[in-house]
T-cell receptor, first 114, second 114 residues
Framework: AQSVAQPEDQVNVAEGNPLTVKCTYSVSGNPYLFWYVQYPNRGLQFLLKYITGDNLVKGSYGFEAEFNKSQTSFHLKKPSALVSDSALYFCAVRDVGGDDKIIFGKGTRLHILP | DGGITQSPKYLFRKEGQNVTLSCEQNLNHDAMYWYRQDPGQGLRLIYYSQIVNDFQKGDIAEGYSVSREKKESFPLTVTSAQKNPTAFYLC?????????????FGNGTRLTVT
């Protein structure tokens, strides 16, 4: 069965600094990985997805994600954080070779400090 | 505009009553999902359906039931057998056009059972 882990419950970053939100995964076949963002009392919004062969994937709002096969990681990054980036971020993995579930990590709350 | 509509936004019920949460999509998506969100636990999969008249249990299906009689609709019933039903419930869909298709989410229903 697949799994996904977000080791940090919360990440604090000063505005203008680079940010990283960590995600590691475990799948039996090829990884299908996603990042989503959630604002208070709302559903999740898609940010970006892993494209096979691309180690650096670009997404919405200036976010990008770095895929590392050997470390089974898919960390979310942004070169310069904005206060408006403060939200809850989820990593997700799809188990295509198994039961085709889409499983989410527990989420990381990102606080951008002005 | 296409999207997913969950209603109502807030729902209050007495313990021992069944309650049905609505989820409707006009995106012409094949697959639909129900997730439950609790603080610190991320999103947990309740049920999912990849095609009309078919659905599968997720990781926490006990105490819940679903139906998929129409492509556009995937209602979730929270039964009195669900021991801790108070939570934020999210419905999502995906086009199913390949494993990289991202999920589209509704804005959720917050259920409170007292």
């Amino acid at each position: 069965a697949q799994s996904v882990a977000q080791p940090e419950d919360q990440v604090n970053v000063a505005e203008g600094n680079p940010l990283t939100v960590k995600c590691t995964y475990s799948v039996s076949g090829n990884p299908y990985l996603f990042w989503y963002v959630q604002y208070p009392n709302r559903g999740l919004q898609f940010l970006l997805k892993y494209i096979t062969g691309d180690n650096l994937v670009k997404g919405s709002y200036g976010f990008e994600a770095e895929f590392n096969k050997s470390q089974t990681s898919f960390h979310l990054k942004k070169p310069s954080a904005l206060v408006s980036d403060s939200a809850l971020y989820f990593c997700a993995v799809r188990d295509v070779g198994g039961d085709d579930k889409i499983i989410f990590g527990k989420g990381t709350r990102l606080h951008i400090l002005p | 505009d296409g999207g997913i509509t969950q209603s109502p936004k807030y729902l209050f019920r007495k313990e021992g009553q069944n309650v049905t949460l609505s989820c409707e999509q006009n995106l012409n998506h094949d697959a639909m999902y129900w997730y439950r969100q609790d603080p610190g636990q991320g999103l947990r999969l309740i049920y999912y359906s990849q095609i009309v008249n078919d659905f599968q249990k997720g990781d926490i299906a006990e105490g819940y039931s679903v139906s998929r009689e129409k492509k556009e609709s995937f209602p979730l019933t929270v039964t009195s057998a669900q021991k801790n039903p108070t939570a934020f419930y999210l419905c999502a869909s995906t086009a199913g056009q390949g494993p990289n298709s991202p999920l589209h989410f509704g804005n959720g229903t917050r259920l409170t059972v007292t």
